[in-house]
């Protein structure tokens, strides 16, 4: 995956962002919320000198996080979120211009509209020193970068951007409800009968599954599921009917969505797996074990809580 080139900064006379502090007061390393940040951004920091006023997001993920923390009314506009859903935020995001849909916004257009903040995926077209040099900074939340995704991730940036924002005291508030949601579905499956799953995404003629990486390892996890997949070192991965068929998952996570892909829905999604040569011989495809459930909700960020909540109802439907 490709990664925005995020100029490298000196920590002298910057203050390390840390956990959200709540109410302004000192976060856990000690330090204040007073600017300039330095605030980080996969293996970057970057240097954010003033709070930000004006934020473009680019995809869905980007957008709630924002929204979840209280700062919806920061974002001047919207791109590339591919008619993704948008949970609880929907009725705060949806008014706000997307000025792209299904496509990246080029870089003409990402300055036209005077950000001073974009929050996006790494590998954007533009990069990030195009950006800075008209004066944008640019951010990628923690569950887009390299490392594995997990929820202990999610709570960290958006206790970053709590303080990022001003709002320390809503994003506090969002990351314990955040937090107990996640550990009350945990326990709920806690001594559940060993199942493997996998969460297979699909598109037109093309059969890929999640890794270890991804954030559908860590949701697996929380279920009480082994994902047959956590071997593979990508998020995402091509995988070949033989290779699906010889892992045989006792469940199947069925994704689906995204700007490049015509199957808008798990009706779809679940025709096109059948369709496929030699995957009706799967065991959970014979026996209906498909969980039918947009990709947005387990890239990262809050809307992946909606996510495992989702796939937690759907494994007890099964039983």
């Known amino acids: 995956m490709g990664r925005w080139m995020l100029r490298a ?15 302004g007061g000192p976060a856990a390393d000690g330090t204040t919320g007073e600017f300039p940040l330095a605030v980080p951004s996969c293996e970057r920091e ?7 006023e004006r934020v473009l997001t680019v995809a869905s993920d980007s957008a709630t996080a924002v929204a979840a923390i209280g700062a919806a009314d920061r974002i001047v506009a919207r791109a590339a979120e591919g008619g993704a859903p948008l949970g609880p935020y929907s009725d705060e995001l949806t008014d706000i211009p997307q000025i792209t849909v299904n496509g ?4 003409e257009v990402i300055i036209g509209e005077q950000p001073d903040l974009v929050v996006s995926y790494a590998g954007l077209d533009t990069p990030a020193e195009d950006l800075e040099a008209a004066g944008i900074d640019a951010l990628v939340p923690s569950w887009r970068c390299d490392e594995a995704a997990d929820f202990e991730g999610v709570y960290r940036t958006l206790g970053l951007y709590g303080r990022i924002f001003g709002t320390e005291s809503t994003a506090d508030g969002v990351i314990a409800d955040l ?3 996640v550990d009350t579905v945990e326990a709920r499956f806690q001594g559940a009968v ?9 598109a037109e003629n093309r059969l ?9 390892n860590t949701v697996l996890g929380k279920l009480g599921l082994t994902n047959a997949f956590a071997d593979v070192d990508e998020r995402l991965a091509d995988v070949s009917t033989e290779e699906l068929l010889a892992r045989d998952p006792d469940v199947i996570l069925l994704t689906f969505g995204g700007s490049e892909t015509a199957i808008k829905d798990g009706a779809d999604a679940e025709r096109a797996l059948r369709g496929m040569p030699s995957l009706d011989r799967l065991s959970a495809v014979r ?10 909700y387990l890239v990262g960020g809050p809307l992946a809580v909606e996510g495992l909540e989702t796939i937690a109802d759907g494994l007890s439907r099964l039983e």
């Open 287 to 296: 026996e209906n074990r498909l969980i039918p459930i947009n990709f947005t």
């Open 179 to 181: 937090r107990e949601r």
């Open 194 to 202: 060993e199942r493997t799953a996998v969460n297979v995404y699909v």
């Open 46 to 52: 970057v240097s954010i000198e003033q709070r930000p």
């Open 104 to 107: 990246e916004p080029s870089r």
């Open 9 to 23: 900064l000196p920590l002298t006379g910057l203050l390390l962002v840390g956990a959200c502090a709540g109410d």
């Open 208 to 216: 890929s599954v999640y890794g270890g990486p991804s954030m559908s």
